[in-house]
């Protein structure tokens, strides 16, 4: 007697709704709390009205454990026979429609998500793996049907691979307020066209920018649905950089590969020193870079190039940072070094989207943030057997949506 009366009060169940029994199941280190819905008038869950009772459903929600007891509900629920709406399960107050877990629970396994890995969460809690996406995608279909649906007028789109670079989903974020807005399987120009296209024009044309990687997917698709789009479309640092590094590597690689067969093992094992800032060396970095940086190598002179691009972003004046762009141009398509001249031409192409990002000193360090935190996402999401999932787990953290159960606010 004494534990239905305990079960009542930390499940907060109330009238109808009554505890009928509570078994304990040492053996399997269960608690079940049966339920019942006594004798009471039964609404419509979707309408409301009052109706007369159809039969019950045997049904069972896993609860928040007790003293690591594993705890069910196991409830008869009853059915209605509403002249609308046909028969139908009443609403119950512990958890939403169509899930296995109480709404408390759904909360546990939200809060111990933000902390902690995919299978770590559901080896924790004795869940299975299916189990926990189930949850994570219920908490994110909840987040978007909650959130107020505006275009941000700061926006920046990035690609991001999934599963090693065969596929990827494209990401729009709020440059603002640092959030994701939109997630979708693969790179095209669809991909960004669905997401301009729930908006209406006049959102659209309030947009101010777009930062994104000098992509033609993205570039048309913002073109032909952001009204002003030539001067939106910025092409920011981060990914100017991303191309240039790759340049020098190539370059590195060639050089490395024709000075070993000379005997020459001055760039063996440097990958690192060209790639990294070099204000980010300690010390002894510098000793082994020193020499390198200044000799006559091939490589020494893509990185220059490459480093004299990153010094360019300063300006605020149109004329001025296209009069250096436009300069630094010409160096760098004169440097003979294939790799670099194919990405000169590539930024030359896309003049006006650097200076715009110039200018207005978008730096995309935002976007750094996130795909960093992105990569964490997939690093510890390895079980991600498609797109779908990983769409739900970056929305999920970084989609700064509400996430827990409507019951817990009832
Ligand atoms: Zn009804």
Redesign the pocket.
């Known amino acids: 007697m004494r534990d239905k009366e305990l079960y009542r009060k930390i499940l907060g169940i109330d009238e109808p709704w009554q505890v009928k029994d509570v078994e304990l199941d040492p053996a399997k280190g269960e608690v079940r709390v049966l339920l019942e819905h006594g004798a009471g008038r039964l609404q ?6 009052l ?1 007369p009772g159809y039969d019950t459903r045997p049904r069972r929600w896993r609860h928040l454990d007790t003293c690591q007891f594993r705890t069910i509900l196991v409830v008869r629920v009853p059915r209605v026979e ?4 046909g028969v ?1 399960q009443v609403s119950v107050p512990w958890a939403e429609e169509g899930s296995a877990f109480t709404a408390l629970f759904e909360a546990l396994v939200i809060d111990w998500l933000q902390e902690a890995s995919h299978s770590a969460v559901a080896r924790q809690l004795g869940l299975g793996w299916d189990a926990v996406a189930g949850i994570m995608s219920r908490a994110v279909r909840r987040g978007l049907a909650r959130r107020e649906s505006r275009l941000p007028p700061r926006l920046g789109v990035d690609e991001v691979s999934f599963r090693k670079g065969q596929d990827y989903v494209t990401v729009v974020h709020d440059a603002e307020r640092r959030i994701v807005v939109h997630v979708a399987e693969g790179r095209t120009r669809e991909c960004l066209d669905t997401f301009y296209k729930s908006f209406p024009e006049a959102e659209r044309t309030a947009v101010e920018s777009v930062t994104m990687d000098m992509w033609d997917a993205y570039i048309v698709s913002t073109e032909q649905l952001i009204p002003g789009a030539e001067r939106k479309i910025a092409f920011d640092k981060f990914h100017v950089a991303q191309h240039l590094s790759k340049a020098v590597d190539q370059v590195r690689r060639q050089e490395n590969r024709a000075l070993l067969a000379q005997g020459d093992e001055r760039l063996k094992g440097t990958k690192f020193l060209w790639l990294r800032h070099p204000d980010h060396f300690h010390d002894d970095r510098w000793t082994l870079f020193e020499p390198l940086r200044t000799s006559t190598l091939r490589t020494a002179r893509a990185w220059a190039i490459k480093t004299l691009a990153m010094e360019l972003w300063h300006y605020r004046r149109r004329g001025w940072a296209k009069k250096a762009w436009l300069r630094w141009y010409s160096w760098a398509i004169r440097s003979r070094l294939e790799p670099i001249k194919k990405v000169a031409r590539m930024i030359k192409r896309h003049l006006e989207g650097i200076v715009t990002a110039v200018v207005r000193g978008i730096t995309n360090a935002r976007a750094e943030g996130l795909n960093a935190k992105i990569q964490w996402i997939k690093a510890t999401a390895r079980g991600f057997r498609n797109p779908e999932n990983y769409r739900n787990a970056i929305y999920f953290h970084l989609g700064g949506l509400d996430l827990y159960p409507a019951a817990l606010t009832r």
């Open positions: 419509c869950p979707e309408c409301g009205a109706c509403c002249p609308a709406h139908r």
